[in-house]
């Protein structure tokens, strides 16, 4: 029988612990040579499996659905393959209508459409401590930034006119962006005279050379322009979902600044 092999990480402590890609696949390898399955892909691949960025297990879903002589899927343990119920109904329902087998290698069971109960309520269970414990992780996170945000610390990319900085200790801090950071000044100073437009600041700073702080900088938008100039970190607080938090970095601007070009 056809297979295809899943090997999935979502922490760089898995991959320390023993639990690596390459250590995946040569146990789901060695495993496929036992049961004489033919393995005709691997997919490999490091992500979280949060609802919104599983697009690798969507691609492996597809490869299933457009490959009909493909009918096994070997991976080490239920929650290498999902932790949400949506991928276990979509491997469930091509289980029972397409006759898709899936061995949990490391969990020692698997299941086809002739499963037994006792497999079904393995799955199940599997299933539901998986996604428990998403929720679990997903709960550290959120305590984890409501503690930064209490301390001042910013929780995501720095905005235009700073930068991520890490120490030698692995300490996360921020400082201002000597190549951007007088620029975001400067738009402010504009906006604030009443005589300059969004669209007279872009032009402004496409002419000084101010672009994004992306992977790939690209001239600022009229949009991102408007976003600079209504975000209150740039004097000293942080807005997360609508709330103010004091912020322990540098300001760029005095606050009379910031509420004369609100006004």
């Known amino acids: 029988m056809k297979a295809i092999i899943l090997a999935r990480v979502s922490t760089t402590r898995q991959e320390e612990e023993g639990h690596s890609r390459p250590a995946q696949i040569k146990r789901l390898q060695e495993y496929a040579r036992r049961k004489d399955f033919e393995v005709v892909k691997t997919f490999s691949f490091s992500e979280s499996a949060g609802d919104k960025i599983r697009k690798k297990f969507e691609e492996v879903i597809t490869y ?40 949990f290698v490391q969990d020692n069971f698997f299941i086809n459409k002739n499963a037994t109960g006792n497999q079904m309520f393995m799955w199940e269970a599997k299933v539901f401590l998986a996604k428990q414990y998403l929720n679990r992780l997903s709960d550290d996170v959120k305590r984890s930034n409501e503690l930064k945000l209490e301390k001042g610390e910013w929780i995501c990319k720095a905005p235009i006119g700073y930068i991520n900085t890490v120490d030698k200790q692995g300490n996360k801090d921020m ?35 101010l672009k994004s702080n992306m992977p790939t900088p690209l001239p600022l938008s009229k949009s991102q322009i408007f976003h600079i100039l209504n975000n209150p970190f740039y004097y000293g607080e942080m807005r997360v979902k609508g709330q103010l938090y ?14 004369r070009v609100q006004e």
Do not use: W
């Open 246 to 259: 004091p912020h322990k970095y540098e300001p760029l601007i005095e606050k009379h600044l910031f509420d």
């Open 64 to 103: 299933l659905k457009t490959h009909k002589d493909v009918r096994v899927l070997l991976c080490e343990n239920v929650d290498r393959i999902t932790r949400n119920f949506k991928d276990a109904v979509d491997l469930d329902e091509m289980r029972k209508e397409e006759g898709l087998e899936i061995h």
């Open 175 to 209: 400082i201002l962006d000597p190549l951007r950071s007088h620029l975001v000044v400067k738009m402010f100073q504009m906006y604030a005279t009443g005589s300059s437009s969004t669209q007279n600041i872009k032009e402004e700073m496409d002419r000084l050379g």
